[in-house]
């Protein structure tokens, strides 16, 4: 959730100071900054989520099991989070990880526009 609100506030900044600083090479390196801050703290959020051990979505994942269920899967726990690291070593994850982190992204612009609608009533 931290990722989540990291992101929020780094667009919310990126459209608050987007008008002053615009200008300016060093202003434009700035933004950039927030952007990429944003974009890294919604790509950990959501690489976080995913089901396999030890990430938090397998926390989810496991709590929605029964006993029986839940008992296998420690068994093989070690395992999983080979699998995950197999998966992202071979790149299978990149295409859904980066359409997912992308789509949210969008989603979250709105709080930079938030943050540009602020600073033009300041203006």
């Given amino acids: 959730m931290s ?5 929020m506030l780094f667009l919310f900044f990126f459209g608050l100071l987007y008008i002053p600083l615009a ?22 959020a959501v690489f976080n989520l995913l089901p396999f051990p030890p990430l938090d979505g397998s926390r989810l994942l496991f709590a ?17 989070g080979l699998a995950m690291l197999l998966l992202v070593f071979l790149g299978i994850l990149d295409g859904p990880l ?6 949210l992204y969008h989603t979250f612009s709105v709080f930079a526009d938030l943050g540009i609608g602020l600073a033009l009533l300041f203006l």
């Fill in 3 to 7: 990722n989540v609100l990291l992101t």
């Fill in 23 to 44: 200008a300016s090479g060093l202003g434009i390196y700035l933004l950039e900054m927030l952007k990429l801050g944003a974009y890294m703290s919604l790509g950990l």
């Fill in 64 to 80: 929605c099991l029964r006993d029986e269920h839940y008992a296998f899967v420690m068994r093989y726990e070690r395992f999983f």
């Fill in 98 to 103: 980066s359409a997912a982190i992308g789509w």
